[in-house]
Nanobody, 119 residues
Framework: QVRLEESGGGSVQAGGSLRLSCGAS????????MGWYRQFPGKQRELAAT???????NYADSVKGRFTISRDTAKNLVHLQMNSLKPEDTAVYYC?????????????WGAGTRVTVSS
């Protein structure tokens, strides 16, 4: 059974930094990609940043230049360094991992960690 466990959320003032980490565990689990999505109150979950097992990254326009995603593929770890945080970054952040198979993409999710940025 695959489990994703997040850590590093919390409260910070605008302009501050936080680092989110997520570890994926499970027998022989080797995801093609991992990343972070975030969900604002009353909104659908949306992509913040993703990284593939070859190192290709994708960022939401709103976080480019401020957030950096990194991954330790061998250990199934993914990190999100968040700098210059803004109040509008306040959300629940979810770790994601996915695998590609004959039946398509299968996603796995963490329970979420809350990030609160105060002005």
């Amino acid at each position: 059974q695959v489990r994703l466990e997040e850590s590093g959320g919390g409260s910070v003032q605008a302009g501050g930094s936080l680092r989110l980490s997520c570890g994926a565990s499970g027998s022989l689990f080797s995801p093609e990609g991992m990343g972070w999505y975030r969900q604002f109150p009353g909104k659908q979950r949306e992509l913040a940043a993703t990284i593939t097992n070859t190192g290709s990254t994708n960022y939401a326009d709103s976080v480019k230049g401020r957030f950096t995603i990194s991954r330790d593929t061998a250990k199934n770890l993914v990190h999100l360094q968040m700098n210059s945080l803004k109040p509008e970054d306040t959300a629940v952040y979810y770790c994601n991992a996915y695998r590609l198979g004959d039946s398509g993409r299968r996603d796995y999710w963490g329970a979420g960690t809350r990030v609160t940025v105060s002005s």
